[in-house]
């Protein structure tokens, strides 16, 4: 998961609509102060664009009014009109920070432009590269790609049981990631581990060794054994 790019324990929100209003096709913002902190990282996958206006993945973490966040989830691409653009980098994680004040514009057009694009980068980011926004809860997760179809044209024919899983397996008791968060109290945070992870996301000792990153596959086994059966370790003993 990514560093939260702020040291203020923020109330969390889940309902925004009040902080804002549609006039013609913008969104405008009504509060005091709105601060939206957008990862670096998405310029890999042409998500983001900063010149007079930022054009962005719509999967961003704002800060409203200092005094409460919310994380916003839209897969599809806004651009904002910001007062102010600076950045901020906590943890080795870069952000672009847009400081927005009353009367300016959220989104400048809010029809949506379909790309299918977005959903390769997320799956990539998210999942493959376990580059999570901190924004996300456990429960959450699980639904980031329900409305592929609607807001990217996208096929994804994956059954939401499979992500499911996918996402249980992967999240983390941070303090030992070895261990599934799932198998903890799921009280405190928890952190979510690369699918590509060849010390951590394999689950046998041959998959560990026939992966990538051979030194660090065999460190792992060594330190982790693997204590269950896998039938085709199985079979080749």
Same mark, same amino acid.
């Given at each position: 998961?990514?560093?939260? %790019?702020?040291?203020?324990?923020y109330?969390?929100?889940?309902?925004?609509?009040?902080?804002?209003?549609?006039?013609?096709?913008?969104m405008?913002?009504?509060?005091?102060?709105?601060?939206?902190?957008?990862?670096? #990282?998405?310029?890999?996958?042409?998500?983001?664009?900063?010149?007079?206006?930022?054009?962005? /993945?719509?999967?961003?973490d /704002?800060?409203?009014?200092?005094?409460?966040?919310?994380g916003?989830?839209?897969?599809?691409?806004?651009?904002?009109?910001?007062d102010?653009?600076?950045?901020?980098?906590v943890?080795?994680?870069?952000y672009?920070v847009?400081t927005?004040?009353?009367?300016?514009?959220?989104?400048?057009?809010?029809?949506?432009?379909?790309?299918?694009?977005?959903?390769?980068?997320?799956?990539?980011?998210?999942?493959?590269?376990?580059?999570?926004?901190?924004?996300?809860?456990?429960?959450?997760?699980a639904?980031?790609?329900?409305?592929?179809k609607a807001?990217?044209?996208?096929?994804? %024919?994956?059954?939401?049981a499979?992500?499911?899983?996918?996402?249980? *397996?992967?999240?983390?008791?941070p303090?030992?990631?070895?261990?599934?968060? #799932?198998?903890?109290?799921?009280?405190?945070?928890?952190?979510?581990? %690369?699918?590509?992870s060849?010390?951590?996301a394999?689950?046998?000792t041959?998959?560990?060794?026939?992966?990538?990153?051979f030194?660090?596959?065999?460190?792992a086994?060594l330190?982790?054994?693997?204590?269950?059966? *896998? %039938?085709?370790?199985? /079979?080749?003993?």
């Amino acid at each position: 998961m990514s560093a939260r %790019p702020y040291n203020t324990e923020y109330a969390k929100i889940t309902d925004i609509d009040k902080y804002f209003e549609v006039r013609g096709m913008e969104m405008i913002f009504i509060g005091e102060e709105l601060h939206v902190y957008i990862p670096m #990282r998405y310029e890999v996958y042409q998500l983001l664009d900063i010149s007079d206006t930022v054009t962005t /993945l719509g999967i961003v973490d /704002l800060v409203i009014n200092n005094t409460y966040r919310a994380g916003l989830a839209l897969l599809s691409s806004i651009e904002i009109d910001p007062d102010e653009i600076s950045y901020l980098t906590v943890d080795s994680y870069s952000y672009v920070v847009l400081t927005l004040t009353k009367g300016s514009r959220f989104i400048c057009r809010t029809d949506i432009v379909k790309d299918k694009s977005i959903v390769y980068a997320m799956f990539m980011e998210f999942i493959t590269r376990g580059k999570w926004l901190h924004i996300f809860d456990y429960d959450a997760i699980a639904g980031l790609f329900d409305q592929a179809k609607a807001m990217c044209d996208a096929s994804f %024919p994956v059954d939401h049981a499979i992500l499911e899983v996918i996402y249980s *397996h992967l999240a983390r008791d941070p303090k030992n990631i070895s261990v599934q968060y #799932r198998h903890t109290d799921m009280s405190g945070d928890f952190e979510m581990i %690369p699918l590509r992870s060849v010390s951590y996301a394999t689950t046998s000792t041959t998959s560990r060794l026939m992966g990538s990153y051979f030194n660090d596959a065999l460190n792992a086994a060594l330190v982790s054994p693997n204590e269950e059966h *896998h %039938p085709f370790e199985d /079979l080749l003993r």
